[in-house]
């Protein structure tokens, strides 16, 4: 976001609006002030310590606003009655830049409308006043262009801060993308590492032996695939313990279907390590007798993390063996954990 020293923007409009202050006494060396041009002064001075009160907020308030459209409007009602519009007033005019610069310090607190209406009547006041010519003369134009530039600021200043802030939100969105993606590889070399330690020994084996394995090394072949399988579809619903009860649970010959769908990816480490415990406990209050369970995660909105099922398989088992959801199989187990509650439901 565009930032800018405020502190020298209002140093700088009080340096401006004191000058025309100084125009206005030197007027009075040649013809003594009334006490409408008095009262004048002392308006535009309060109106200018006034719209450069350092506040919270940049934008002005609506009422003080109105107050300076007043006030620029009072000036010219105050002084011009008092001077000759044909003749060559010198300083005396000084209201006319004393009110542009005002309404310039009113645009410039986003306060345009206000700014522009005082500047209008100004315009409107010269010319009935002393004619359209005047306008040029008396440096009405050049209120008017200190307005208007003012305004251009202040939308390109508000146009270049909201690319800014797009900007800002991109990069943002940049570097959480890069972390992720930094997250993800530093988790699939975790895996990977883990896969290793699963199935290198036994790799190793296959190799030595000629892949001649005898019915015992078959089995803890499939065993040991079975667990590679839970490391790509399980992610965050394994740890150390929870590996060795699954795969207890499947020397005892229970299918167990580890699935992962993403409900846990935006719990903290020490919301994901509760869960782990009470799945570990859920996993090993399940009784014998079990033919599969499956364990898998609730979605990001559901009340519960994860869900555990133990299912008795109905009939000879086949169904089951070939891996199908027979609605006849025999719910034996349910354990729901909950995200916000220290102890499962069942």
């Given at each position: ?26 007027s ?29 907020a ?31 007033n ?8 004393a ?106 084996r ?46 005892r ?92 439901s069942?």
């Open positions: 976001m565009i930032t800018y020293p405020r502190p020298l923007l209002y140093a700088l409009g009080a340096v401006f609006s004191l000058y025309h202050v100084v125009l206005a006494f030197f009075y060396r040649s013809s003594p002030p009334n006490p409408a041009d008095l009262v004048a002064v002392a308006l535009y001075v309060a109106a200018t310590v006034i719209a450069l009160w350092p506040g919270p940049l934008r002005m308030s609506a009422p003080v606003a109105v107050g300076m459209t007043a006030v620029a409007i009072a000036l010219p009602l105050l002084v011009a009655p008092s001077l000759d519009p044909g003749a060559s010198g300083y005396s005019t000084w209201y006319i830049a009110v542009g610069t005002l309404m310039t310090i009113v645009c410039a607190r986003r306060r345009s409308l206000a700014a522009w209406a005082g500047v209008v009547f100004l315009v409107v006041h010269t010319t009935v006043w002393a004619g359209p010519v005047a306008l040029a003369t008396l440096g009405v134009i050049g209120g008017v262009a200190w307005v208007g530039i003012s305004q251009l600021l202040i939308i390109e200043l508000g146009r270049a801060s909201s690319e800014a802030r797009v900007l800002e939100a991109a990069e943002r969105a940049a570097a959480s993308w890069r972390a992720a993606e930094e997250a993800h590889l530093s988790e699939r070399e975790v895996r990977l590492e883990q896969t290793r330690a699963i199935a290198s020994d036994m790799l190793r296959i190799a030595a032996s000629g892949s001649e394995l005898s019915d015992e090394e078959r089995r803890e072949c499939r065993l040991l695939e079975a667990s590679v399988r839970d490391e790509i579809r399980g992610r965050r619903l394994l740890d150390d313990e929870v590996r060795r009860l699954v795969l207890d649970a499947r020397r010959g229970v299918t167990v279907s580890v699935l992962d769908d993403g409900g846990l990816d935006r719990t903290s480490e020490e919301e994901s390590g509760r869960v782990l415990r009470e799945l570990a406990r859920a996993l090993g209050g399940i009784r014998d007798g079990v033919d599969r369970i499956v364990v898998r995660t609730a979605s990001a909105d559901s009340p519960s993390a994860v869900t555990v099922v133990g299912l008795r398989t109905a009939g000879d088992g086949s169904a089951g063996a070939l891996g199908s959801d027979d609605a006849a199989d025999e719910v034996d187990a349910w354990v729901e954990i909950r995200r916000d509650e220290r102890t499962p069942a």
